[in-house]
């Protein structure tokens, strides 16, 4: 099992940055991967950005590349991920999960990941 822990969503302006982060724990030497999604009200959950734990290669969707960035740290086993340029349609619930299949070919949907966190609000107001 791993547990993982969301923080730092709340409510900014259009502009404006957060960082997130997501503390893993439990049998985290299984993961080969850590991803945020998100989900707006009515919405399907979206990829936003994945990481390897192994060599810190990076992927994100379209709609955050350049303005996103997802960083790890190894010894505490937590990921953090850096919202800049906040717009409004970023509004949505903030969700970290583990990956744990090897190789990426899962990696940017969500049936790739076994475990999720309990997610993270975040609000842009316009």
């Known amino acids: 099992q791993v547990q993982l822990v969301e923080s730092g969503g709340g409510l900014v302006q259009a502009g404006d940055s957060l960082r997130l982060s997501c503390a893993a724990s439990g049998r985290t030497f299984s993961t080969y991967a850590m991803g945020w999604f998100r989900q707006a009200p009515g919405k399907e959950r979206e990829f936003v950005a994945a990481i390897t734990w192994r060599n810190g290669a990076t992927y994100y969707s379209d709609s955050v590349q350049g303005r996103f960035t997802l960083s790890r740290d190894n010894a505490k086993n937590t990921v953090y991920l850096q919202l800049n340029s906040l717009r409004p349609e970023d509004t949505a619930v903030y969700y970290c999960?583990?990956?744990?299949?090897?190789?990426?070919?899962?990696?940017?949907?969500?049936?790739?990941?076994?475990?999720w966190g309990q997610g993270t609000q975040v609000t842009v107001s316009s």
């Open positions: 999960a583990a990956y744990n299949r090897y190789g990426v070919g899962w990696l940017r949907t969500a049936e790739g990941y076994d475990y």
